[in-house]
């Protein structure tokens, strides 16, 4: 079993990004392809981990490489782990209605099987958008 984790940027700076069609996209992709993990966007980042088998992991990551939407892909770590730390395909992203402190509440559980490595980045990043 593979897991990725890396962070990246919008192509689009200074343009809103519509995550609507992306999350659609990821969730069918990642079901097609058997990788489960986690996607955060801020609206100008995107902080993704990939599960799965090791070819499965590095399909989905080289379709994402060749998207045009993402430039500064930086590999933040890519491991053999024993098991999925995230069972189920999520994306987290804050919706026109949720508060600062739900959507951080939301991220947290959704990290509670995480290693402290991966919740931390991602607590990071969350942190990082907040104190901006």
Same mark, same amino acid.
């Given at each position: 079993?593979?897991?990725?984790?890396?962070?990246?940027?919008?192509?689009?700076?200074?343009?809103?990004?519509?995550?609507?069609?992306?999350?659609?996209?990821?969730?069918?992709?990642?079901?097609?392809?058997?990788?489960?993990?986690?996607?955060?966007?801020?609206?100008?980042?995107?902080?993704?981990?990939?599960?799965?088998?090791?070819?499965?992991?590095?399909?989905?990551?080289?379709?994402?490489?060749? &998207?045009? @939407?993402?430039?500064?892909?930086?590999?933040?770590?890519?491991? /053999? !782990?024993?098991?999925?730390?995230? =069972?189920?395909? %999520?994306?987290?992203?804050?919706?026109?209605?949720?508060?600062?402190?739900?959507? &951080?509440? @939301?991220?947290?559980?959704?990290?509670?099987?995480?290693?402290? /490595? !991966?919740?931390?980045?991602?607590? =990071?990043?969350? %942190?990082?958008?907040?104190?901006?």
């Amino acid at each position: 079993m593979r897991q990725l984790l890396y962070i990246s940027s919008s192509a689009t700076r200074g343009q809103p990004i519509d995550v609507a069609p992306i999350m659609a996209q990821s969730v069918r992709n990642n079901r097609r392809d058997r990788v489960t993990g986690l996607l955060y966007t801020d609206g100008v980042r995107f902080l993704q981990v990939l599960e799965g088998e090791d070819a499965d992991v590095q399909r989905v990551f080289d379709r994402i490489r060749a &998207d045009p @939407r993402h430039v500064a892909i930086v590999v933040l770590h890519n491991r /053999a !782990v024993e098991a999925r730390q995230f =069972g189920d395909w %999520a994306m987290a992203k804050r919706g026109a209605n949720d508060s600062a402190d739900a959507f &951080d509440a @939301r991220m947290a559980t959704m990290l509670d099987g995480a290693s402290d /490595a !991966v919740r931390g980045t991602f607590l =990071g990043l969350v %942190a990082a958008r907040r104190a901006a």
